[in-house]
């Protein structure tokens, strides 16, 4: 008996070391890229540093620039806030219809499907660079297409009204494969069953959409959302291919801000502090979004 | 859930709605998901015209989408403007090592979280979970002192060592799959004697197999269309990948409208091995972001 449970005790430590051992290199990832460098941009922020000479403490000097001194970061906020609004619900409301349109007893769903997942999948700098070929004012296809029924299409890229819609459209075209892929498998995991309750019932179309699917999603709506928000506002690469921010800084988004800060000016303090501003944002919008969401996200007791 | 029952009838209702809609509501689905379907695609199959027509081809109106003549030289010009064979090489190796690197470290935590005992084990999960919200903005400066004072900028270092620390999506993702696996297989292994990394291995990874498919997918792809990693770490022309090479292509390109064709068949060189890719592979793509999204 006690050599049992002395052995068992054993076996108890013995895998627990194992499974530390297991584990390591993913908390080490942790801490080394995730925690610490979260603690250190706190750190950085509060000072001056150009990375030649060591950091200078300056207190809240950088974050009182930013909000005063520093129209670029007001701007490139305010232009992120709009851009990430108008990839987001627009790409999360025609992603919902064409989920819908799929998820019925119709021929080559998957098909559709797989073609609509393709930019998803494809380098972003490149489809930056065949778009920035689309949108081309004078022999891109788009204006030779509004040409021949005798509209005269803008500078897309190169006017101060266009450039962001212009960017706004292509993001939307390359991320909406994704949500139409997430919101199909949550449509798809909806019981049939209440569907045919309802039909029972007498329900039409849109109350079966209204009063079903609508709260059996909100879950994945939730998820989407969130998703969404947090990326699209983080997003670099498809906007400076595209423009590198022009023109007049009409598409400098907050991640170009800061790149251009620390990667091209040095200043790393500086940049550290817009970081901050951006953690702030995104961590505020995820806490906000779950609080919200215990009113109006709906979830299905499972097993 | 209780659905066994009526999967029959639920059919038949489907197929009768189906028909019931009628022929009209059928074809106007159609078309309307074809017509998105052609939208979706149509820069794509532009992508590829123009990369295949000669300088000045690209401008004239109405448009050829089957070029005439075929002109490949846009592709051998590429290699003559910029080192695309080095981007080529770099980018593959980059993302193969990496692909590595996350699968096996994520695979043994995903085990460990999944199936083995020890203390701390929900806190610590939850806190790998919560790491997933702090945007990459705040860590990127930080990180970049850390390649700087290793002495790994303008290497490749930076965009490898770190998968080899796993990735906190990818470790949910296999405990997800990990945990489906029957307790029971990893008891009779244990009675048989097998130790935790022998189960982990002869088991787990054979039976996980689907989402450590999805892993190196998603793990190829964030490693192949990464930008901002190489942009900030690399600065020599050898050293770079497809993705940081292509915006230094349109610059050596030239700015003239004519140049077009090199620029675009420098593109279809970066989107052509993510597609053949995604050809094999779209089931797992498709399904590991599905099971993300319902879990979610």
Same mark, same amino acid.
């Given at each position: 008996?006690?050599?049992?449970?002395?052995?068992?005790?054993?076996?108890?430590?013995?895998?627990?070391?194992?499974?530390?051992?297991?584990?390591?290199?993913?908390?080490?990832?942790?801490?080394?890229?995730?925690?610490?460098?979260?603690?250190?941009?706190?750190?950085?922020?509060?000072?001056?540093?150009?990375?030649?000479?060591?950091?200078?403490?300056?207190?809240?000097?950088?974050?009182?620039?930013?909000?005063?001194?520093?129209?670029?970061?007001?701007?490139?906020?305010?232009?992120?806030?709009?851009?990430?609004?108008?990839?987001?619900?627009?790409?999360?409301?025609?992603?919902?219809? *064409?989920?819908?349109?799929?998820?019925?007893?119709?021929? *080559?769903?998957?098909?559709?499907?797989?073609?609509?997942? /393709?930019?998803?999948?494809?380098?972003?700098?490149?489809?930056?660079?065949?778009?920035?070929?689309?949108?081309?004012?004078?022999?891109?296809? %788009?204006?030779?297409?509004?040409?021949?029924?005798?509209? =005269?299409?803008?500078?897309?890229?190169?006017?101060?009204?266009?450039?962001?819609?212009?960017?706004?459209?292509?993001?939307?075209?390359?991320?909406?494969?994704?949500?139409?892929?997430?919101?199909?498998?949550?449509?798809?995991?909806?019981?049939?069953?209440?569907?045919?309750?309802?039909?029972?019932?007498?329900?039409?179309?849109?109350?079966?959409?209204?009063? %079903?699917?609508?709260?059996?999603?909100?879950?994945?709506?939730?998820?989407?959302?969130?998703?969404?928000?947090?990326?699209?506002?983080?997003?670099?690469?498809?906007?400076?291919?595209?423009?590198?921010?022009?023109?007049?800084?009409?598409?400098?988004?907050?991640?170009?801000?800061?790149?251009?800060?620390?990667?091209?000016?040095?200043?790393?303090?500086?940049?550290?502090?817009?970081?901050?501003?951006?953690?702030?944002?995104?961590?505020?919008?995820?806490?906000?979004?779950?609080?919200?969401? =215990?009113?109006? /996200?709906?979830?299905?007791?499972?097993? | 859930?209780?659905?066994?029952?009526?999967?029959?009838?639920?059919? +038949?209702?489907?197929?009768?709605?189906?028909?019931?809609?009628?022929?009209?509501?059928?074809?106007?689905?159609?078309?309307?998901? !074809?017509?998105?379907?052609?939208?979706?695609?149509?820069?794509?199959?532009?992508?590829?015209?123009?990369?295949?027509?000669?300088?000045?081809?690209?401008?004239?109106?109405?448009?050829? &989408?089957?070029?005439?003549?075929?002109?490949?030289?846009?592709?051998?010009?590429?290699?003559?403007?910029?080192?695309?064979?080095?981007?080529?090489?770099?980018?593959?190796?980059?993302?193969?090592?990496?692909? &590595?690197?996350?699968?096996?470290?994520?695979?043994?935590?995903?085990?460990?979280?999944?199936?083995?005992?020890? #203390?701390? #084990? +929900?806190?610590?999960?939850?806190?790998?979970?919560?790491?997933?919200?702090?945007?990459?903005?705040?860590?990127?400066?930080?990180?970049?002192?850390?390649?700087?004072?290793?002495?790994?900028?303008?290497?490749?270092?930076?965009?490898?060592?770190?998968? &080899?620390?796993?990735?906190?999506?990818?470790?949910?993702?296999?405990?997800?799959?990990? #945990?489906?696996?029957?307790?029971?297989?990893?008891?009779?292994?244990?009675?048989?004697?097998?130790?935790?990394?022998?189960?982990?291995?002869?088991?787990?990874?054979? !039976?996980?197999?689907?989402?450590?498919?999805?892993?190196?997918?998603?793990?190829?792809?964030?490693?192949?269309?990464?930008?901002?990693?190489?942009?900030?770490?690399?600065?020599?022309?050898?050293?770079?990948?497809?993705?940081?090479?292509?915006?230094?292509?349109?610059? #050596?390109?030239?700015?003239?409208?004519?140049?077009?064709?090199?620029?675009?068949?420098?593109?279809?060189?970066?989107?052509?091995?993510?597609?053949?890719?995604?050809? &094999?592979?779209?089931?797992?793509?498709?399904?590991?972001?599905?099971?993300?999204?319902?879990?979610?």
């Amino acid at each position: 008996m006690t050599q049992d449970s002395g052995s068992l005790k054993q076996r108890r430590r013995y895998e627990e070391r194992i499974a530390w051992l297991f584990i390591t290199p993913v908390v080490l990832g942790i801490l080394i890229f995730q925690i610490y460098p979260t603690i250190f941009s706190l750190y950085a922020s509060f000072t001056t540093w150009n990375l030649i000479t060591p950091p200078r403490w300056v207190g809240l000097e950088n974050y009182v620039s930013l909000f005063t001194t520093d129209r670029f970061f007001i701007k490139s906020m305010w232009n992120t806030i709009r851009y990430t609004l108008g990839v987001v619900l627009p790409s999360m409301a025609i992603s919902l219809f *064409f989920a819908s349109l799929l998820n019925q007893n119709i021929r *080559f769903k998957h098909g559709y499907r797989a073609i609509y997942f /393709v930019p998803v999948v494809a380098p972003t700098v490149a489809l930056a660079l065949l778009w920035g070929w689309l949108y081309e004012p004078n022999f891109g296809i %788009i204006n030779a297409t509004l040409a021949t029924v005798g509209i =005269k299409g803008p500078s897309w890229l190169g006017t101060t009204t266009w450039a962001l819609r212009s960017v706004i459209i292509m993001a939307i075209w390359a991320g909406i494969g994704f949500q139409i892929v997430i919101f199909l498998a949550g449509l798809q995991g909806i019981s049939q069953e209440y569907y045919e309750a309802a039909a029972i019932d007498g329900a039409n179309a849109w109350q079966k959409f209204a009063k %079903i699917t609508m709260p059996l999603l909100s879950p994945v709506t939730f998820f989407v959302l969130v998703t969404g928000v947090i990326g699209t506002f983080q997003d670099f690469s498809l906007v400076w291919v595209l423009t590198r921010g022009g023109p007049a800084g009409a598409t400098q988004l907050i991640v170009m801000y800061l790149y251009g800060l620390a990667f091209q000016l040095q200043k790393m303090g500086r940049a550290s502090a817009v970081a901050y501003a951006v953690f702030v944002v995104v961590v505020g919008l995820t806490i906000m979004n779950f609080i919200l969401s =215990k009113r109006w /996200v709906f979830y299905e007791e499972s097993n | 859930m209780i659905s066994e029952r009526p999967i029959e009838i639920v059919q +038949e209702e489907r197929t009768r709605s189906a028909g019931s809609g009628g022929l009209v509501s059928r074809i106007a689905t159609h078309a309307i998901l !074809l017509a998105m379907a052609v939208l979706m695609i149509f820069p794509l199959v532009w992508l590829v015209s123009t990369s295949l027509k000669s300088p000045g081809k690209q401008m004239i109106w109405p448009p050829q &989408f089957i070029p005439n003549p075929v002109y490949f030289k846009n592709y051998s010009d590429l290699f003559v403007l910029a080192p695309m064979g080095n981007y080529l090489v770099n980018s593959f190796k980059i993302a193969v090592l990496s692909v &590595f690197g996350v699968c096996f470290s994520s695979s043994l935590a995903a085990f460990a979280f999944a199936r083995m005992h020890f #203390r701390g #084990r +929900e806190i610590l999960f939850g806190g790998l979970l919560a790491t997933m919200m702090l945007p990459g903005a705040v860590t990127i400066i930080p990180t970049f002192i850390i390649m700087k004072n290793l002495g790994w900028l303008n290497t490749h270092y930076p965009l490898i060592v770190p998968s &080899f620390f796993g990735g906190a999506y990818f470790v949910f993702l296999l405990r997800q799959s990990f #945990r489906a696996i029957p307790q029971d297989l990893f008891d009779s292994a244990t009675i048989d004697g097998a130790g935790f990394f022998q189960i982990y291995w002869k088991i787990f990874i054979p !039976l996980g197999m689907p989402a450590l498919v999805t892993v190196a997918l998603f793990a190829f792809l964030g490693s192949w269309n990464d930008l901002f990693g190489p942009l900030i770490y690399l600065s020599s022309q050898e050293k770079m990948t497809v993705a940081l090479g292509l915006t230094y292509l349109r610059g #050596r390109a030239g700015t003239g409208v004519g140049q077009v064709g090199v620029i675009m068949a420098g593109s279809m060189l970066g989107v052509i091995p993510m597609l053949i890719l995604y050809g &094999f592979g779209q089931k797992y793509f498709i399904q590991g972001l599905a099971r993300t999204g319902l879990k979610g």
